[in-house]
Nanobody, 130 residues
């Protein structure tokens, strides 16, 4: 019922910036039912981890400690699009970045749990050179 698709990945030097986008598409009522959207990332040999998430209704945001102050998650409801502005990028930020969405409510402690998200994109690669 809902599809999400990421774009905007690429290669940058350490200290640089990138903005990722995630477009949601599908049945209108299903899109409007989405409660939260988030960004996850997975580096080679590592588990996928939550980076940032936003509660779509109120715009409340949550961040992984490693990206606080450097990444900003935002949404454009008119365009059904989620963004991740990534500044001051570090080599350890290099990973495949995934957009995720879900229509269920959950607790703050579960916001970065993969199983709490029903819709996933294919990912966009971010490479950061030192």
């Amino acid at each position: 019922q809902v599809q999400v698709a990421e774009s905007g990945g690429g290669s940058v030097q350490a200290g640089g910036s990138l903005r990722l986008s995630c477009a949601a598409s599908g049945v209108t009522y299903a899109i409007h039912a989405i409660q939260r959207m988030g960004w996850f990332r997975q580096a080679p040999g590592k588990e996928r981890e939550g980076v940032a998430t936003i509660i779509t209704g109120g715009g409340i945001t949550y961040y992984h400690d490693s990206v606080k102050g450097r990444f900003t998650i935002s949404q454009d409801n008119a365009k059904n699009t989620l963004y991740l502005q990534m500044d001051s990028l570090k080599p350890e930020d290099a990973a495949m970045y995934y957009c995720a969405a879900d229509y269920r409510s959950t607790t703050p402690a579960r916001l970065f749990a993969e199983e709490e998200y029903n819709y996933w994109g294919q990912g966009t690669q971010v490479t950061v050179s030192s």
